[in-house]
């Protein structure tokens, strides 16, 4: 009998040479990607939608996350001391934000004294900018320049009621910021009081092998935002204190208001503090000339090179590891969905779900390594139970040892 299969033949899904062919095997496997992608994408983009419509409650949440951070560390230590938690959480949060607003108030009289000073400065370097236009190499005419500012004004004048209801809707805005703040105050103060009682609380509704996981990635998750909010803060400080010398140095006036401004813009990595650099240029031209206004660039390049340079990868590197494009592009991403706001908290959030999804991969190893996880991260550094602030250094070797034991043989 013989087999009716031609010898000369290849079967369809052979070569000549005997090899398979797997001219479709990218293309499933980019469409697996493709569909896996656009579920992950439509989930991601309904959860950031669900989250800016309810931003009253998002945004407070968050917010006092990032506050709770410097709140928790100084109330454990209060309770060590033998107060009763309530009592440490409302000292804490209380003289925190007692702290805040009295040196708000502080900062009133010198920027009004020194804005007095200002305005005629300011109103003499309009002349010279004028005079400039007239007599430089533009050659434009006084009187067209001014003109064209009255035409502006009268323009301004016409567009009386957009403006007005753009005040009103700038007034709900506030009255809606406070609100928040308000909550976020609120939130804070549970947050520092009952936080275990809270973790407990959800890791209790987790399912029972996935406890270690959950209780891990709760830990990486808070150290990365602990190590965001301290570093950038110190970062931050030091930012402040070298251009407010600088500007003291050369004389420019209000050098307090100008260092906190600067001090706040650092929270909004790359390009808060350079804004506030701005804002400092503008003002020593216009109160000492362009020579001044030329050396405070120079300070303000130079302290933020020595940020960047120096300060940003010894403070910073063990507890946020973004690249400046990932930076740049949540901050993008932050600002046009919420604002300001967005900017300010796009960073942290995005260094919190890095340190979480790098966690959920060292373990995803370490289990495929034949290990049994324990609910202490593998990856970053650790976090004191007592302080509630993460182990910085510690010996590799025996960290590691401490993370995950081997698998008992059965």
């Given at each position: ?50 989250a800016t419509q309810i931003y009253l409650v998002t945004l407070p949440i968050i917010l006092a996350l990032v506050l709770a951070t410097l709140c928790v560390p100084p109330a454990r230590r209060l309770e060590r001391l033998g107060l009763p938690r309530a009592l440490s959480a409302t000292i804490v949060v209380v003289g925190g934000i ?164 600067v001090f706040f813009g650092s929270f909004i990595p790359v390009i808060g503090a350079f804004i506030a650099g701005i804002l400092a240029v503008l003002v020593a031209l216009a109160s000492n000339g362009p020579v001044t206004a030329l050396i405070v660039v120079g300070i303000v390049l130079a302290v933020q090179q020595f940020e960047g ?102």
């Amino acid at each position: 009998m013989t087999d009716s299969t031609d010898d000369n033949s290849t079967p369809d899904n052979d070569t000549p040479n005997g090899h398979p062919i797997s001219s479709l095997g990218w293309y499933n496997t980019a469409a697996q990607y493709a569909w896996r992608g656009l579920v992950l994408l439509t989930a991601l983009t309904a959860a950031m939608y669900v989250a800016t419509q309810i931003y009253l409650v998002t945004l407070p949440i968050i917010l006092a996350l990032v506050l709770a951070t410097l709140c928790v560390p100084p109330a454990r230590r209060l309770e060590r001391l033998g107060l009763p938690r309530a009592l440490s959480a409302t000292i804490v949060v209380v003289g925190g934000i007692g702290g805040v607003v009295g040196g708000v108030i502080a900062l009133i009289p010198p920027f009004v004294t020194q804005g007095q000073e200002l305005v005629e400065a300011v109103s003499d370097g309009i002349d010279s900018i004028l005079i400039w236009l007239e007599e430089g190499p533009i050659g434009y005419d006084r009187e067209e320049v001014l003109d064209l500012i009255n035409q502006g004004l009268t323009t301004l004048e016409n567009s009386a009621g957009d403006i007005a209801l753009s005040l009103g809707t700038f007034a709900v805005g506030v009255a809606q910021g406070l609100t928040a703040l308000i909550l976020a105050v609120v939130l804070l103060f549970f947050f520092v009081k009952d936080g275990n009682q809270i973790v407990d609380w959800f890791i209790d509704r987790s399912p029972e092998r996935h406890r270690n996981t959950v209780r891990a990635c709760g830990a990486r998750g808070w150290v990365a935002l602990s190590g965001f909010v301290r570093g950038t803060a110190l970062v931050a400080l030091i930012d402040a204190v070298g251009i407010g010398i600088g500007l003291y140095i050369v004389d420019v006036p209000l050098v307090i208001p100008l260092a906190v401004l600067v001090f706040f813009g650092s929270f909004i990595p790359v390009i808060g503090a350079f804004i506030a650099g701005i804002l400092a240029v503008l003002v020593a031209l216009a109160s000492n000339g362009p020579v001044t206004a030329l050396i405070v660039v120079g300070i303000v390049l130079a302290v933020q090179q020595f940020e960047g340079n120096v300060l940003q990868p010894t403070i910073m590197r063990r507890s946020v590891s973004l690249h400046p494009v990932v930076i740049l592009g949540v901050l993008t991403a932050g600002t046009i969905l919420i604002g300001v706001i967005g900017a300010f908290l796009a960073v942290p959030i995005t260094a919190v779900i890095a340190a979480v999804g790098n966690e959920l991969r060292l373990r995803r190893l370490a289990q495929n390594a034949g290990h049994f996880l324990t609910a202490t991260p593998i990856g970053g550094p650790r976090v004191n139970p007592v302080t509630a602030l993460p182990i910085l250094h510690e010996d590799d070797d025996d960290t590691k040892r401490r993370w995950f034991k081997p698998t008992r043989d059965k």
